[in-house]
C-alpha cells in the first residue's frame, strides 16, 4: 500500500490542449478516492498520468515516498483495471489472471497459488478453464479484477470499469469492488463520469471540470455544500435546484418576492440560490407558488417535476404522497438553501 500525492501537476499536449490544469491533492494509505466529472474534463488524462500512461507537462507525482514522473509504469507498482476489460480471448481464466506474474517469471506454484486465492475471492472457482467468450460481462470484469489482485500491487488504478456493463450489474460490481478494496485495504484511485458511482463508493471525492479540480471532498460535503453551481448540478440525482433570485432589503428574495434567508452582509444584486429536492415539500399552505408539470414513478419515492415562476424545478416526494393536480404551494428547509454567485457560479 502507498500514499499518492500530486504536486501541481499539469498536462498540456503538443497543439497547446491544455487537458489538466496545474493540479495538487494527497490520497491517504488504503484510501478510495473517486475522480468523478464530464467526458473531457482530464480524469482519464489524469489518472494516465499517474499510471505513467501519459506524460506530466509540469510537476511532480510521488507513489509512497517515490516521485515516479519518470518511471515506467511497470516499476511503479500499480495494477489497472479498464474499461474494456484486455483479456486474451485464447487464454483461459486461469492463465488471463496469473499472465502478469507468468512475465515476471513468478515460481508456477506461487502463481497456482495466487490464482486459486483471486478466484475464491471473486466467486471465479468454477470459471476457471473457461475462455473469456464463455464469460458475462460481470464475470469477464472480475477476471479483470483478478489478474490486478495478484500482482500485490501498492495502487489500484480503474479507469470506468463498470461503463459497458447494464444497470443492474453495474450496482452489483460496484459493491463488489468497494468490498474488495476494503478487505485488501489497497489504496484506490476510481475513475467515472457517473456521480451514482462517486457518491456510492468514494472515501473522497474529486470533482473536475474543464480540466481543473472543481472540489475535493467526502460524498456528504460535495452533496450538501457544494462549492459551485457546476457541483450542485453534476452531483445529486435529480441534481440541486439553482433558482435566480437577489439580495433585497437585508434579504436573500425569489423573483416571486419571498425571503428565504438573511442577505450577508454588504451583499447586494443579483444572487442564485441551490435547495436540494428533498429538502422542499409540497405545502398547500406553502410560502411559493409551483405549478406542477410532470410526475416521475420511482417506487421508494417519486419526482415532482415543474415550474417556479418561469424556472424548471424539482420535488422529492414519498410514495404516498399525496400530489394536486396543477398549481400548488412548496415550502423550503430554510437550514438547506445554499447560495451561488450568480457571475462565477462560486458558493458562498
Same mark, same amino acid.
Given at each position: ?38 467526458? %473531457?474534463?482530464? !480524469? ?69 497459488? !495466487? ?95 474543464? %480540466? ?42 425569489? %423573483? ?93
Amino acid at each position: 500500500m502507498a500514499q499518492v500525492s500530486l504536486n501541481n501537476i499539469r498536462k498540456v499536449y503538443p497543439n497547446g490542449i491544455e487537458a489538466v490544469t496545474p493540479s495538487s491533492f494527497g490520497i491517504a494509505d488504503g484510501e478510495f478516492v473517486v475522480l468523478v466529472g464530464p467526458s %473531457g474534463c482530464g !480524469k482519464s488524462t489524469l489518472l494516465r498520468m499517474i499510471a505513467g500512461l501519459e506524460d506530466i507537462t509540469e510537476g511532480d507525482l510521488r507513489i509512497g515516498d517515490r516521485v515516479v514522473n519518470d518511471v515506467d509504469p511497470a516499476d511503479r507498482d500499480i495494477a489497472m483495471v479498464f474499461q474494456n476489460y484486455a483479456l486474451y480471448p485464447h487464454m483461459t481464466v486461469r492463465k488471463n489472471i496469473g499472465y502478469g506474474l507468468k512475465n515476471r517469471k513468478t515460481p508456477q506454484a506461487e502463481i497456482d497459488r !495466487k490464482v486459486v486465492a483471486a478466484a475464491a475471492m471473486l466467486n471465479l472457482e468454477d470459471y476457471l478453464d473457461r475462455k473469456p467468450s464463455q464469460l458475462s460481462g460481470g464475470q469477464r470484469q472480475r477476471v479483470a479484477m483478478g489478474r490486478a489482485i495478484v500482482r500485490d500491487p501498492a495502487l489500484f488504478l480503474f479507469d470506468e470499469p463498470l461503463s459497458n456493463l447494464d444497470a443492474k450489474l453495474r450496482h452489483q460490481m460496484r459493491i463488489e469492488i468497494k468490498a474488495l478494496q476494503q478487505r485488501l485495504g489497497v489504496t484506490s484511485i476510481y475513475v467515472t463520469h457517473d456521480q451514482v458511482e462517486a457518491m456510492t463508493m468514494a472515501d473522497r471525492i474529486i470533482v473536475l471540470n474543464g %480540466g481543473r479540480i472543481e472540489q475535493i471532498g467526502t460524498p456528504s460535503e460535495i452533496y450538501h455544500n457544494p462549492a459551485s453551481t457546476f457541483v450542485a448540478s453534476f452531483m445529486g440525482a435529480p441534481p440541486m435546484n439553482l433558482i435566480d433570485a437577489s439580495f433585497d432589503s437585508g434579504a436573500v428574495r425569489l %423573483g416571486c418576492g419571498m425571503a428565504v434567508m438573511d442577505a450577508p452582509t454588504g451583499r447586494t444584486g443579483a444572487i442564485t440560490v441551490g435547495i436540494r429536492p428533498e429538502d422542499v415539500t409540497l405545502d398547500a399552505v406553502g410560502e411559493v407558488d409551483f405549478k406542477i408539470g410532470i410526475v416521475e414513478e420511482l417506487g421508494a419515492h417519486r419526482l415532482v417535476h415543474g415550474r417556479l415562476g418561469e424556472q424548471a424545478f424539482t420535488v422529492h416526494v414519498g410514495k404516498a404522497a399525496e400530489i394536486p393536480a396543477g398549481d400548488t404551494k412548496i415550502s423550503f428547509d430554510r437550514t438547506a438553501v445554499r447560495l451561488f454567485d450568480t457571475m462565477t457560479g462560486q458558493a458562498l
